[in-house]
């Protein structure tokens, strides 16, 4: 791969990252939480009582650079500050145990739904205004308009409370004792099927929607008609000709699909009390835990940047304009 | 040929002109009409809209008034009957009626974010695309900063801080508060694809008037972006409007549904919170979450199939395409 | 109103054309032979290698048909280089890419066409079943402008790709003759590893005739070849072409709108007006002395390097819409000769004895011992001299 390519997609998503930080800097002091507000809100402290943990806290200095380099380093360090609601146990510590969850839902929800959207959207758009394209195209986009709490509250209805398949929420069994490691997994896996399912679906839909439509412009490329000039079978030309093309352009959109994939997640995660960045997210947002959210935030969009990067990657292996 | 020109009033010349433009108008609107009325689909959206369009704007005439917890007329989480057609949540509120009166408060959120939307989108992809250079690759820098931010999380995190600004007494026509906060915070969180779209035309049209430089030479950049550039993007912007609204009601039904939503007002997706809440799919109340569910499902719906064969008919990138 | 033509005249046509008839046996065995892979099943040894007889294909559209392509009829022999010349739009390109059905799906081939390749009908065969002639019988040169080879696949994979999968070869051998199939188009081996987008223009031009030739197919198309190519690759790419034809006894179906190309490298030219044929015979003849008034004046409307610059000829006008073409002869609102009978009657398409068909009111039956095309004409070997 080119050497100025990566260059330049590391030194984007570095900048996008010091933005992030910045922009979270900046929120953190205009917050009902900021420690200035926290301070003055207590009415029975002395002027000089104010003065002195201001000058302890590094208040007193200018926001500009001082503050903001001493939240840099610190940030770089992995303080995060200390969360409200859990009794000051460090925010690293509260993301790091919610993190892998969130992580595992969004990664195998993003696996499946690729999988199936551009299965279902490049064989719509190769049988443009066919049965099969009718069909494809009205689920897909009746399944887009969907939020996934809205997939997933009658999946529980159906097929947790009704049929009694799978568990309503969490991610074991309370209070259960595993005679194994294999049972611990299984329990486990009963619980991720509704939870996945509800990912994936609410990804599908606009996958296979934007695949369609990347299908149908490529259908009309002029290496398509070599392609059946050739003789090679319909399939083959579609599977080995239409569908290498028409997924670069996906490799982006995917990528920049993910901030509103972990939007999706956060409410499917509270619909099956799934114990992610997102059941975190809506309780801190209930108890005010700023540094919490914060520290989500943050979590968040770093991997969402480097999840592009990675992304930016994949799309220089794929397509050998940029590779060379 | 000696026969005089009959010697004609410049200002009936004026108003021959302003007769044309205005035929020329109406033939537009005529085509325009007759290729959105041979999408079904389209038509079909519309069809949808209009009917919560009209339960958006007089929900007490089908209904009555909105009921409160006072005003409940039934008991908790009774099942659909002749009483209450689509049964009782768990305060004995009717849910027909607060489904009804969701519409009214989801749309309207909607309406507002979706103007605060597109004028932040259209302004900043009308300015970078006409003005170029230095400015466009800041704005530009700063809307691909906003593409990939996940912006739902930075609506959660600035909710408190716009409501530590508006006040929380604020009120804006018979709004809320708590409304006013999801309207602003959808606003300044998703204008950046319109913005994007947006500019590549106005790149376009600008492109195309350097072909055209004598039309346009002697005009200030205020009177080109007047009279050149907003008359070509207009027709993108109202398409871009309506598939931002279908966007807007979808992330409202979200935020809603995680705990920003106003329970005294409560929109579809606050409905779908409480339901949540009160463990609805868990007990089998179906009756609880299906009618908010389905009504937000078919207003994204038609907003998407209004707005995509709007897209198709209005865009001149997609129109070549087809 | 036709005068007999005389006696004379008559045999030694008859005579021209027993002659043709013999050395044309002759050569058909020989190419034929060269051939590396059975004919198919239902061929007929002894049939002319392709006969195109009223060929019409229509495109559909929402305000009405587009008579794209409306009753082309000719042959090409074994060995044989004809060019098909013509205006944008004239149809030219329809009437190649009709041959294995490469159409938009708004296309239709209607019904009393018949396009003959080694005596086997080609319009009544499915999609599935035409697929067996694509690229092992008819092979097609395209445009190489960038777009005709797939950007994401090395062109030794697209060389060998047809080898693999229509000839059956295994990956290895196929990966091998793609290879020798570059040195013979001048490009060297290990170029098979390079991406299109790795290529120079003329070189991808090369690429797309090796990738032609994978399957050593009974006739090559080129689809104007040499277009998006400058004057000087151009040139190589013409003598590529001819050296090919000679050495691998090539029958080329040559389409363009650039006479000169022509004139270089083939034996007969077709030349296309509005979807019809209005003239057709040996490259010598017609660009020496052409018959149709448009061909007079396409031949006018091109440069030659001889010629003045001043005496460049235009034709005025444009293109008919085809969706409702003029009556009578297609090009008489355009014509500078054009006569009453024009307006009226469509001209029939008149066979001179050295082998010039026209189709023009200016050149009846009888005349110059012209006498009417008839279908048996088209097929039988006696038409082409």
Same mark, same amino acid.
């Given at each position: 791969?080119?050497?100025?390519?990566?260059?330049r997609?590391?030194?984007?998503?570095l900048?996008t990252i010091?933005?992030?930080?910045?922009?979270?800097f900046?929120?953190?002091?205009?917050?009902?939480?900021?420690?200035?507000?926290?301070?003055?809100?207590?009415?029975?402290?002395?002027?000089?009582?104010?003065?002195?943990?201001?000058?302890?806290?590094?208040? *007193?200095k200018?926001?500009?650079? &001082?503050?903001?380099?001493?939240?840099?380093?610190?940030?770089?360090?992995?303080?995060l500050?200390?969360s409200f609601f859990?009794?000051?146990?460090?925010?690293?510590?509260?993301?790091?145990?919610?993190?892998?969850?969130t992580?595992?839902?969004?990664?195998?929800?993003?696996m499946?739904s690729?999988?199936?959207? $551009?299965?279902?959207?490049?064989?719509a758009?190769?049988?443009?205004?066919g049965f099969?394209?009718?069909?494809?195209s009205?689920?897909?986009?009746?399944l887009?308009?969907m939020?996934?709490?809205?997939?997933?509250?009658? #999946?529980?209805?159906?097929?947790?409370?009704?049929?009694g398949?799978?568990?309503?929420?969490?991610?074991?069994?309370v209070g259960?004792?595993?005679?194994? $490691?294999i *049972?611990?997994?299984? *329990?486990?896996?009963?619980?991720?099927?509704?939870p996945?399912?509800?990912?994936?679906?609410?990804l599908?839909?606009?996958?296979?929607?934007?695949?369609?439509?990347?299908?149908i412009?490529?259908?009309?490329? *002029?290496?398509?008609?070599t392609?059946?000039a050739?003789? #090679?079978?319909?399939?083959r030309?579609?599977?080995?000709?239409?569908?290498?093309?028409?997924m670069?352009?996906?490799v982006?959109?995917?990528?920049?699909?993910?901030g509103?994939?972990?939007?999706?997640?956060?409410?499917?995660?509270?619909?099956?009390?799934?114990?992610?960045?997102?059941?975190?997210?809506?309780?801190?947002?209930?108890s005010?835990?700023?540094?919490?959210?914060?520290?989500?935030?943050l #979590?968040?969009?770093?991997?969402v940047? $480097?999840?592009? #990067?990675?992304? &930016?990657l994949?799309?220089?292996?794929?397509d050998?304009?940029?590779?060379? | 040929?000696t026969?005089s020109? %009959?010697a004609?009033? %410049?200002?009936?010349?004026?108003?021959?002109l302003?007769?044309?433009?205005?035929?020329l108008?109406?033939?537009g609107?005529r085509a325009? !009409?007759?290729? +959105?009325?041979?999408?079904?689909?389209?038509?079909?959206?519309?069809?949808?809209?209009?009917? +919560?369009?009209?339960?958006?704007?007089?929900?007490?005439?089908?209904?009555g008034? +909105?009921q409160?917890?006072?005003?409940?007329?039934?008991?908790?989480?009774?099942?659909p009957s002749?009483?209450?057609?689509l049964?009782?949540?768990? /305060?004995g509120?009717?849910?027909?009626?607060?489904t009804?009166h969701g519409?009214?408060?989801?749309?309207?959120?909607?309406f507002?974010a979706?103007?605060?939307?597109?004028?932040?989108?259209?302004?900043?992809?009308?300015?970078?695309g006409?003005?170029?250079?230095?400015?466009?690759?800041?704005?530009?820098?700063?809307?691909?900063?906003?593409?990939v931010?996940?912006t739902?999380?930075?609506?959660?995190?600035?909710?408190?801080?716009?409501?530590?600004?508006?006040?929380?007494d604020?009120?804006?026509f018979?709004?809320?508060?708590?409304?006013?906060?999801?309207?602003?915070v959808?606003?300044?969180?998703?204008?950046?694809?319109t913005a994007?779209?947006?500019?590549s035309?106005?790149?376009?049209?600008?492109?195309?008037m350097?072909?055209?430089?004598?039309?346009?030479i002697?005009?200030?950049?205020?009177h080109?972006?007047?009279?050149?550039?907003?008359p070509?993007?207009?027709n /993108?912007? !109202?398409a871009?409007?309506v598939i931002?609204f279908?966007?807007?009601? +979808?992330?409202?039904t979200?935020?809603?549904f995680?705990?920003?939503g106003?329970p005294?007002?409560?929109?579809?997706?606050?409905?779908l919170?409480?339901?949540?809440?009160?463990?609805?799919?868990?007990?089998?109340a179906?009756?609880?979450?299906?009618?908010?569910?389905?009504?937000?499902?078919?207003?994204?719906?038609?907003?998407?199939l209004?707005?995509n064969?709007?897209?198709?008919?209005?865009?001149?990138?997609?129109?070549?395409?087809? | 109103?036709?005068?007999?033509p005389?006696?004379?005249?008559?045999?030694?046509?008859?005579?021209?054309?027993?002659q043709?008839?013999q050395a044309?046996?002759?050569?058909?065995?020989?190419?034929r032979?060269?051939?590396?892979?059975?004919?198919? =099943?239902?061929?007929?040894?002894?049939?002319?290698?392709?006969?195109?007889?009223?060929?019409?294909?229509?495109f559909?559209?929402?305000?009405?048909?587009?008579?794209a392509?409306?009753?082309?009829?000719?042959?090409l022999n074994?060995?044989?280089?004809?060019g098909?010349?013509?205006?944008?739009?004239?149809? =030219?390109?329809?009437?190649?890419?009709?041959?294995?059905?490469?159409?938009?799906?708004?296309?239709? @081939?209607? =019904?009393?066409?018949?396009?003959e390749?080694?005596?086997?009908?080609?319009?009544?065969k499915t999609e599935?079943?035409l697929?067996?002639?694509?690229?092992?019988?008819?092979?097609i040169?395209?445009?190489?402008?960038?777009?005709?080879?797939?950007?994401?696949?090395?062109?030794?994979e697209?060389i060998?790709?047809?080898?693999e999968?229509?000839?059956?070869?295994?990956?290895?051998r196929?990966?091998?003759?793609?290879?020798?199939?570059?040195e013979?188009?001048g490009?060297?081996r =290990?170029?098979?590893?390079?991406?299109?987008?790795?290529l120079?223009?003329?070189?991808r031009?090369?690429?797309? @005739?090796?990738?032609?030739?994978a399957c050593?197919?009974? @006739?090559? @198309?080129g689809?104007?070849?040499?277009?998006a190519?400058?004057v000087?690759?151009?040139a190589?790419i013409?003598?590529?072409?001819?050296?090919?034809?000679q050495?691998?006894?090539?029958?080329?179906?040559?389409i363009?709108?650039?006479?000169s190309?022509?004139a270089?490298?083939?034996?007969?030219t077709?030349?296309?007006?509005?979807?019809?044929?209005?003239?057709?015979?040996?490259?010598?003849?017609?660009?020496s002395?052409?018959r149709?008034?448009?061909?007079?004046?396409?031949?006018?409307?091109f440069?030659?390097i001889?010629?003045?610059?001043?005496?460049?000829?235009?034709?005025?006008?444009?293109p008919?819409?085809?969706?409702?073409?003029?009556?009578?002869c297609r090009?008489?609102?355009?014509?500078?000769a054009?006569?009453?009978?024009?307006?009226?009657?469509?001209?029939p398409?008149v066979?001179?004895p050295?082998?010039?068909?026209?189709?023009c009111?200016?050149?009846?039956?009888?005349?110059?011992?012209?006498?009417?095309?008839?279908?048996?004409?088209?097929?039988?070997?006696?038409?082409?001299?």
């Amino acid at each position: 791969m080119g050497g100025r390519y990566l260059g330049r997609k590391l030194a984007q998503a570095l900048v996008t990252i010091l933005a992030i930080i910045l922009l979270n800097f900046l929120l953190f002091r205009m917050m009902p939480g900021s420690p200035e507000r926290v301070l003055l809100r207590n009415q029975y402290l002395t002027q000089q009582k104010i003065e002195q943990v201001r000058a302890e806290w590094g208040l *007193d200095k200018p926001l500009i650079p &001082d503050q903001l380099v001493s939240y840099v380093r610190s940030t770089a360090q992995g303080d995060l500050g200390y969360s409200f609601f859990f009794r000051g146990t460090p925010v690293t510590e509260v993301l790091g145990q919610r993190f892998w969850p969130t992580i595992l839902l969004i990664g195998l929800g993003e696996m499946i739904s690729i999988v199936v959207g $551009l299965a279902v959207g490049s064989y719509a758009g190769w049988r443009r205004g066919g049965f099969a394209d009718r069909i494809g195209s009205g689920v897909s986009l009746v399944l887009y308009s969907m939020p996934y709490f809205v997939i997933g509250m009658p #999946l529980i209805l159906i097929f947790a409370s009704g049929l009694g398949l799978f568990p309503t929420s969490g991610m074991l069994t309370v209070g259960a004792t595993y005679p194994s $490691l294999i *049972d611990r997994l299984v *329990d486990f896996g009963r619980h991720l099927v509704l939870p996945l399912a509800t990912v994936s679906l609410g990804l599908i839909g606009g996958y296979s929607i934007i695949m369609r439509s990347s299908i149908i412009e490529t259908r009309s490329e *002029d290496y398509i008609t070599t392609a059946r000039a050739k003789g #090679l079978t319909d399939g083959r030309v579609l599977r080995h000709h239409a569908f290498p093309n028409a997924m670069l352009p996906m490799v982006t959109i995917i990528a920049i699909n993910l901030g509103y994939v972990v939007a999706g997640a956060i409410t499917a995660e509270v619909v099956f009390n799934w114990p992610g960045l997102g059941t975190l997210t809506v309780d801190a947002l209930s108890s005010r835990d700023y540094p919490v959210l914060q520290g989500v935030f943050l #979590l968040l969009s770093v991997t969402v940047v $480097l999840a592009n #990067l990675a992304a &930016d990657l994949v799309y220089g292996l794929l397509d050998p304009r940029i590779r060379s | 040929m000696t026969a005089s020109v %009959p010697a004609t009033p %410049p200002s009936a010349v004026a108003s021959g002109l302003r007769a044309e433009r205005w035929r020329l108008r109406a033939r537009g609107l005529r085509a325009f !009409v007759r290729r +959105f009325g041979s999408r079904p689909d389209g038509v079909l959206g519309l069809v949808i809209l209009l009917i +919560f369009a009209v339960q958006a704007l007089a929900p007490q005439l089908f209904v009555g008034p +909105f009921q409160t917890v006072t005003t409940a007329t039934g008991s908790a989480l009774e099942p659909p009957s002749a009483a209450h057609l689509l049964g009782t949540d768990e /305060l004995g509120r009717d849910l027909l009626n607060m489904t009804v009166h969701g519409a009214r408060i989801s749309m309207s959120i909607g309406f507002m974010a979706t103007l605060i939307t597109i004028f932040v989108g259209a302004l900043i992809g009308v300015v970078s695309g006409f003005v170029g250079g230095r400015v466009d690759s800041i704005l530009m820098r700063l809307t691909d900063f906003f593409l990939v931010l996940p912006t739902f999380v930075l609506a959660i995190i600035l909710a408190p801080v716009i409501l530590d600004i508006i006040g929380v007494d604020a009120e804006l026509f018979g709004m809320r508060a708590t409304l006013l906060v999801i309207v602003v915070v959808i606003g300044v969180t998703s204008w950046a694809t319109t913005a994007r779209i947006i500019r590549s035309q106005t790149l376009s049209i600008r492109e195309r008037m350097f072909v055209d430089r004598a039309r346009v030479i002697g005009s200030g950049p205020g009177h080109i972006m007047r009279r050149h550039i907003f008359p070509n993007v207009v027709n /993108l912007i !109202v398409a871009q409007s309506v598939i931002t609204f279908a966007t807007a009601v +979808f992330t409202e039904t979200s935020l809603s549904f995680i705990g920003l939503g106003d329970p005294f007002a409560p929109s579809w997706g606050q409905i779908l919170d409480s339901a949540q809440g009160s463990g609805a799919p868990g007990l089998g109340a179906w009756w609880y979450f299906a009618p908010p569910a389905i009504c937000v499902v078919l207003v994204v719906l038609a907003f998407t199939l209004v707005g995509n064969a709007l897209d198709d008919i209005l865009n001149p990138k997609t129109a070549i395409r087809r | 109103m036709s005068e007999q033509p005389d006696a004379l005249q008559v045999a030694e046509q008859a005579r021209d054309a027993e002659q043709a008839l013999q050395a044309e046996r002759a050569g058909l065995a020989a190419t034929r032979g060269r051939r590396q892979w059975p004919l198919p =099943k239902q061929a007929d040894p002894s049939a002319p290698l392709l006969v195109v007889q009223d060929l019409r294909t229509h495109f559909k559209l929402e305000s009405g048909w587009v008579r794209a392509v409306d009753g082309v009829s000719f042959r090409l022999n074994d060995g044989e280089a004809l060019g098909i010349a013509g205006e944008s739009g004239c149809g =030219k390109t329809t009437t190649a890419l009709s041959l294995v059905r490469l159409l938009p799906s708004n296309a239709r @081939i209607r =019904k009393g066409s018949s396009i003959e390749l080694f005596g086997i009908d080609l319009v009544p065969k499915t999609e599935d079943q035409l697929r067996r002639y694509r690229w092992r019988e008819i092979s097609i040169v395209f445009q190489g402008a960038m777009s005709a080879l797939n950007p994401v696949r090395r062109v030794g994979e697209q060389i060998a790709e047809p080898i693999e999968f229509r000839l059956g070869e295994p990956k290895e051998r196929a990966r091998r003759r793609a290879a020798e199939l570059l040195e013979l188009v001048g490009i060297p081996r =290990k170029r098979a590893e390079a991406y299109p987008h790795e290529l120079s223009g003329g070189m991808r031009q090369r690429v797309l @005739i090796a990738m032609a030739l994978a399957c050593d197919p009974a @006739i090559v @198309i080129g689809d104007e070849p040499t277009t998006a190519l400058d004057v000087m690759v151009q040139a190589q790419i013409l003598r590529l072409l001819e050296q090919l034809r000679q050495e691998l006894g090539l029958s080329l179906i040559l389409i363009t709108h650039d006479l000169s190309v022509i004139a270089e490298t083939c034996d007969r030219t077709l030349v296309m007006y509005a979807g019809r044929v209005v003239e057709e015979g040996p490259v010598r003849k017609i660009f020496s002395a052409p018959r149709h008034p448009y061909t007079s004046k396409l031949l006018g409307a091109f440069p030659s390097i001889q010629a003045d610059r001043r005496s460049l000829d235009t034709i005025p006008g444009l293109p008919p819409d085809l969706r409702d073409p003029p009556s009578g002869c297609r090009f008489h609102p355009r014509c500078p000769a054009a006569m009453a009978v024009c307006k009226e009657i469509v001209p029939p398409e008149v066979l001179f004895p050295d082998g010039v068909r026209v189709a023009c009111h200016l050149h009846p039956p009888g005349r110059d011992g012209g006498r009417l095309v008839s279908a048996a004409d088209v097929a039988s070997r006696r038409a082409s001299a």
